[in-house]
């Protein structure tokens, strides 16, 4: 057996919307990144949705259209992927690093609350993994003084918190379809607003800070999607809710045959939709291997896993010594501790069974 970490679903759907825009002639961004847009931003129950060309893109902008820059710094968890947090360098501002709550793996509001200074001007909390952040703290947070609340949707599309979609729950959300997310574009990004002037900032933005044709009043850059980019997340976004009800009844399946075997297994916090864009598993102290042992042991027998995240992004060496803030004990712990496993919608109940088994069977090795 074989079972990858990922594995992108495209179809001949995808491959004939394609297919349509190629023959069309109209490659880059045009009406079908139109329609894209707005299929998205009702699917989040938000405003304004602006298509770009990767995740990365799409929290650059969101920080630019906010008007953070030098001077400024941003609140981030030392717990993400690095984009989280060079968006924010990427401005001339300064990230500084939350913990962790270390359940959830979210950024931690007290470890929020403790890092508010008065350059402060924004707080990014991710949906890690494809759960909610609490929200509703960190919110109140934003709201207390003055900040702007940014959600890093990079893994979460669809995912709710207290019934409302990632998307639709900061001042602006940004999401990635890196083709191994929940859902995908090949390569692209999408920013969400409800905020109508953030949207019309954020149009100027992506385009080369262009006004009308030739008219630059801004410093922009070239973030435009492409229609085939756009035509491929037409046809995803209609698949999404069957994709990600398949992430759900795989993680259910794993939490409920996973117990007993050593791991620890995903806790779910109350009042949200997680949509297990992985499902990550710790090994505790005293697990009978080392993480490296467990994941050749599990390679060995076909099965994929890897490490999200192994290094927190405050001890990468661009951000080693950078901020002066302190540690973060939790992020420190869950980097030598996670492992994800398979849980994507190709993944059968077959090999599920199987990947139980083969964890059971590593116990009292
Ligand atoms: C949490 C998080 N933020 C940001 C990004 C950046 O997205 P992209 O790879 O599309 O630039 C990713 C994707 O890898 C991510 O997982």
Redesign the pocket.
């Given at each position: 057996m074989k079972i990858p970490i990922a594995q992108p679903l495209i179809g001949e759907d995808e491959i004939a919307a394609v297919a349509r825009v190629m023959r069309s002639g109209m490659l880059a961004q045009g009406s079908i990144v139109t329609e894209f847009e707005s299929r998205f931003a009702e699917y989040c129950g938000v405003a304004h949705a602006i298509g770009v060309n990767?995740?990365?893109a799409a929290?650059h902008a969101a920080l630019l259209a906010a008007e953070i820059g030098p001077g400024d710094s941003v609140i981030v968890p030392a717990f993400?992927?690095f984009?989280?947090a060079s968006a924010v360098s990427m401005c001339g501002a300064t990230p500084r690093f939350a913990d962790v709550d270390p359940r959830t793996f979210n950024i931690d509001p007290d470890s929020v609350e403790a890092l508010i200074r008065p350059d402060t001007r924004a707080v990014i909390g991710?949906h890690l993994f494809g759960q909610p952040f609490d929200v509703g703290a960190v919110r109140d947070l934003c709201d207390d003084r003055g900040l702007i609340l940014i959600e890093?949707a990079?893994?979460a599309h669809g995912a709710e918190y207290r019934e409302k979609r990632a998307g639709s729950l900061a001042d602006l959300g940004c999401f990635?379809f890196?083709p191994t997310k929940n859902m995908t574009t090949g390569?692209g990004?999408m920013v969400t607003t409800g905020d109508d002037a953030l949207a019309e900032r954020l149009r100027l933005l992506i385009n080369h800070g262009q006004s009308r044709k030739y008219l630059h009043s801004a410093i922009g850059y070239n973030y435009r999607m492409t229609n085939m980019g756009a035509a491929i997340g037409l046809v995803q976004l209609d698949r999404l809710e069957g994709f990600n009800e398949r992430r759900i009844h795989n993680a259910r399946y794993l939490d409920r045959h996973l117990p007993g075997t050593g791991l620890v297994t995903p806790y779910v916090a109350p009042g949200v939709r997680h949509v297990y864009h992985q499902y990550v598993v710790r090994l505790p102290a005293g697990y009978p291997l080392t993480r490296d042992a467990f994941m050749s042991a599990l390679a060995d027998r076909g099965i994929g896993t890897a490490v999200h995240y192994p290094i927190p992004v405050n001890r990468q060496p661009v951000y080693q010594n950078a901020s002066g803030d302190a540690s973060c004990p939790v992020s420190d712990d869950l980097a030598a501790s996670v492992v994800s496993l398979p849980v994507h919608p190709s993944v059968t109940d077959e090999e599920l069974a199987y990947i139980c088994d083969a964890v059971r069977g590593l116990r009292g090795a």
């Open positions: 990767s995740g990365t929290l993400t992927f984009a989280t991710v890093d990079a893994q990635s890196y390569e990004g």
